[in-house]
């Protein structure tokens, strides 16, 4: 495990709006210690109740869609959520360079969803899940032709073998009010090293009740962080941007020379929460056991990920097992990201790509930027075009090769990022 916050979590928002929406969290699962009752679990209060079949809820998407810890030693356990409602609420006092992903994700309008209309989004596993308000037909009719099987169990249809827009051989479950997105092209969003993917059909039983073992009610390390990151107004309602880590392994001197986290740690959360004017920032770090919160260690980790200085009220506190620290800030002031010392942020665009599969011609399309000074499209890792101040609109057009690998990189602010690579 190492957790590097600024790279891995905050990186992997900063390019949100290309990719987040392909779905590429790890699923790999807790320790053998959850699994004895240990994991940093609390006595008497913080032992899951047994359930059978829990019902779905009405709360957040990780709540009811995040299933248990399964496979010890696999890679760390991670999850990232986003409230576009939340986005939209404040849209006018945000930055200007700061904007909801799901407004400009080529992939979903060609899921037929209206970016409008998409309420949340939870990506982990692997698989990205889409709840919203869009009509679940609108989905159906973009998918079915384009699907290779089908597989129909109420109240969710499943698509295998999906091929549009930036998804390629994937899985798409289609229910009421959510949509399901399983791509094993795009699985590299929070992490060199992706986890085993949870199958969809795991994921459906997970929001449906038909299993009982959800993560918040088998984990908790889990459970300490996600409550006292929602334990006072105003995150009670839920979190606009949430990111949550458990690690597999805990961080040491000698194995993790670059780790930030506390060395007893096993889990991070961050998130911020718009409300009213204002945002608040939660960062906190569960421990295994009391003894083990450092609140030293975690103030200093948290100031070297994120710019604490453009937070106001600044205050670090014991809830339980965990650290948290917590601020807030102007909304018109909110960068999503947090001021670095030392990282600056990712470079973010979306762009579509066709090929001519009779001359192996593939044409890019730069259809939204943010952060953005110039690309390089190359196949096979020969550069076939440089693009000084790219605008959104432009086409460029590439000799490709059949089978090939086409893969577009964006720069900004000297840092490089892979916008998307995809088999010609």
């Known amino acids: 495990m190492t957790f590097t916050t600024r790279r891995r979590a905050l990186g992997a928002l900063a390019i949100a709006g290309s990719a987040a929406f392909a779905g590429c969290l790890d699923s790999a699962t807790p320790s053998s210690e959850a699994e004895e009752g240990g994991n940093g679990t609390e006595t008497g209060t913080e032992t899951p109740p047994e359930t059978e079949n829990p019902p779905e809820t009405a709360g957040p998407l990780y709540e009811r869609w995040l299933p248990a810890r399964e496979h010890p030693g696999r890679g760390d356990y991670r999850f990232l959520q986003f409230d576009h409602a939340a986005f939209r609420a404040v849209e006018e006092s945000l930055p200007e360079d700061v904007t909801d992903p799901a407004a ?80 094993d092209s795009h699985r590299s969003l929070l992490g060199e090293n992706a986890a085993e993917t949870v199958p969809v059909k795991t994921l459906l039983g997970t929001a449906t009740g038909d299993r009982g073992d959800r993560l918040l009610e088998t984990n908790g390390d889990a459970k300490a962080l996600l409550g006292a990151t929602h334990d006072e107004p105003p995150t009670t309602g839920g979190s606009s ?111 579509s790509i066709e090929v001519d599969g009779g001359t192996n011609e593939v044409t890019v399309t730069l259809v939204a930027t943010n952060r953005l000074d110039a690309l390089r499209i190359s196949v096979d890792g020969d550069e076939k075009r440089e693009i000084e101040d790219p605008t959104v609109g432009e086409s460029y057009t590439v000799e490709g090769e059949s089978g090939g690998t086409l893969t577009v990189i964006g720069t900004y602010d000297g840092d490089e990022a892979v916008i998307t690579s995809r088999e010609i």
Request: hydrophobic content about 35%.
């Open 104 to 183: 400009e994700h080529e992939g979903i309008a060609e899921l037929g969803i209206d970016p409008t209309a998409l309420e949340s989004t939870l990506s982990f596993g692997g698989s990205l899940v889409l709840s919203g308000s869009f009509d679940p037909s609108s989905v159906t009719a973009a998918v079915e032709p384009r699907a290779g099987s089908v597989d129909d169990r109420d109240p969710y249809t499943t698509y295998d073998g999906v091929t549009t827009g930036p998804f390629e051989d994937g899985t798409v479950a289609v229910g009421p009010e959510t949509v399901v997105v399983q791509a």
């Open 241 to 351: 941007i949430l990111y949550c880590e458990l690690f597999d392994e805990r961080p040491n001197s000698d194995s993790d020379s670059d780790s930030d986290a506390p060395t007893a740690a096993t889990g991070v959360v961050m998130a911020w929460t718009f409300a009213d004017e204002r945002t608040h920032l939660r960062f906190g770090f569960v421990f295994e056991n009391d003894e083990d919160v450092d609140l030293e260690a975690s103030t200093a980790a948290a100031e070297s990920s994120l710019d604490l200085e453009g937070y106001d009220d600044v205050e670090t506190a014991r809830i339980g097992r965990t650290a948290m620290i917590s601020g807030t800030m102007a909304t018109d002031e909110f960068d999503v990201f947090g001021s670095s010392k030392t990282t600056s942020a990712a470079p973010q665009a979306g762009v």
